[in-house]
Every structure is written in structure tokens, then in C-alpha cells.
């Protein structure tokens, strides 16, 4: 028996359309909420900047990528460096839900003065930046990484925040975490760091490819002393119980 004519219409191209791209955007959120909450527990592989170095390859077979990477639990990592980080990074680490307000628009007025536009970056951000997204300036890089930075700050406790930076942040040229600094820079290991070496490892943060901890110039050197002094105001590593 045949159903009436016109009792089961098919949808149109554009409600198709919109269906489309309403079950690609549930899954993608669907997958990054997983990949977040996976890894609040589990050590970090690898991370999108370590993965961008090793696809490069595949365009430039004369490419070489070196990268030294360890995961370090939080245990075995001295205080200092997170502190240190902090000290030279975000400050306003442990008050702030993942946006520093007041540095941004501080940025905004120095580039509408005609100054540079410097980042003004949280180390949230810059946890969401390195582990999920890619290198570069976009507005749609930008806009995933306020979207990674809000799930980081709702799923993840601020020490778990802390603990993947100093295990992705990069150090040097191929040199990613803090057990590959600490091997590479000073033959030790992450829990035998000493301020100074925190307070060193910190300060080439802003360039890691410029400035060398391993062989600082004049402005590491400064820079240093000036973390240093920061971490010193922030009640040193006693900081951190507030994690």
C-alpha cells in the first residue's frame, strides 16, 4: 500500500546542511571534552606543537626535527620551576579563571598608543595553545584557544594546569619539559633544580628559540635576577599551597 503523496517530505538542502554541520560541531565538542577530561589524569604523549615538528618532516624530507620530551609527575619536579613560571609568566595565576582582563586591555591601550601588540597570554592559555592547537596568529586559533582555556579552568585544578605547562612548555629548540631542560641545560634532574636554575629556565620562556638557557646572554641573565626577585615576593614556594 503506498503512503500518501507528500506525508514524508524529504528535508531540504539546507536543513540537510545545517544537520551536518549540528552533528560535526556536537562530536567535535564531544571529542575535546573527552581528550580534556582524559587527560586531567593521564601523563601527556605528546602535545600539537611536539606533533607539528614531526609532520613538518612530511614536507621537507631534508627536516630534521630533534625533540627531547619526558614526562615528569609532579612529585618529582622541583618547586621552583612552577613557581618560577609563574613568577615570570602569570602571576595572577592562582585569582584568575583563565583570562587576565587587566593585561589585555593594558595590551590593547600600548598598541592603540602605537606601541607593539605583545601577547598577554595566561599560562592556562598557553596550556591550551601548545597541548590542542597549532602555531601561528588567526582569529580561529585564537577562538579555540578561549574555548580550551574555559574547559582547562572548569575540568582541570590549577595544580594540574601548572603541572602539564612545565611538561610541554619548550625550553629550547626541540626541547620540551622540564626533564629535558633539566638534562640538557644542567646535567641534573627536575627535582634537583635550584632557583637560580628555575629562575634561568624561566626567563627564555618568551623565545625559546632566541634566547638560550644553556648559554644565556646579558638580557637572560637580567631577566633572571628580575624572576628571581619576583619569586622571592611571591612568599616563595610556600606560593604553591595554595594549589
Known sequence: ??????KYKPWSWPTRVLLFFGFFAAGAIALSLAMVLCFRWLPLPTSAFMLERHLA?????GYRPRISYQWVDWPAISPHL?????????????????????SINKALEKSKKGGRLRGASTITQQVAKNLFLWPGRSYVRKGLEAYFTVLL???????????????????????????????????KQPS????????????????????RAASPSAYVLERRRWIAGQMRQLNGTDFLQGL
Open 153 to 187: 579552568e572548569m575540568l582541570w585544578p590549577k595544580k594540574r594546569i601548572l603541572e602539564v605547562y612545565v611538561n610541554v612548555a619548550e625550553f629550547g629548540e626541540g626541547i620540551y619539559g622540564v626533564q629535558a631542560a633539566a638534562e640538557s641545560v644542567f646535567r
Open 192 to 211: 634537583e633544580l635550584t632557583k637560580w636554575d628555575a629562575a634561568l629556565l624561566a626567563a627564555v620562556l618568551p623565545n625559546p628559540k632566541v634566547l
Open 1 to 6: 500500500m503506498r503512503h500518501p503523496r507528500g
Open 57 to 61: 618532516q612530511l614536507f621537507d624530507p
Open 82 to 102: 612552577p613557581l618560577a613560571v609563574v613568577a615570570a609568566e602569570d602571576q595572577k595565576f592562582l585569582h584568575h579563571s583563565g583570562f587576565d582582563f587587566d
